[in-house]
Nanobody, 123 residues
């Protein structure tokens, strides 16, 4: 069983930065595809940044150029560097992992999920 724990959320003013981390623990028998997924009240979860097993990254248009996803195999850690934050980035952010590549869209499913960390951006 793989356990994912996010950290690093908080409240920041518009234009500011935050760095989210996701620590993975448990029996990881293979490399996974990873994603950062966010959700706001009343909306479906939406993947905004993904990284495949070969290290290929992709971003939703809404965060492209501002967010950077990365992973550290040795530490089993996934990171999301968020710069130039906007009020519309306010959401509960989850890290997710799956055997298959995770798509950049709303309503995604993944095998493993963290509990989420809240990001609030004030104007």
């Amino acid at each position: 069983l793989v356990k994912l724990v996010e950290s690093g959320g908080g409240s920041v003013q518009s234009g500011g930065s935050l760095r989210l981390s996701c620590a993975a623990s448990g029996y990881m028998y293979r490399d996974y595809n990873w994603a950062w997924v966010r959700q706001t009240l009343g909306k479906e979860r939406e993947a905004v940044a993904v990284i495949d097993t070969d290290g290929t990254t992709n971003y939703a248009d809404s965060v492209k150029g501002r967010f950077t996803i990365s992973r550290d195999h040795a530490k089993n850690t996934l990171t999301l560097q968020m710069n130039v934050l906007k009020p519309e980035d306010t959401a509960l952010y989850y890290c997710a992992a799956d055997d298959f590549p995770i798509e950049l869209r709303a309503g995604i499913e993944a095998h493993y999920w963290g509990q989420g960390t809240q990001v609030t951006v004030t104007s």
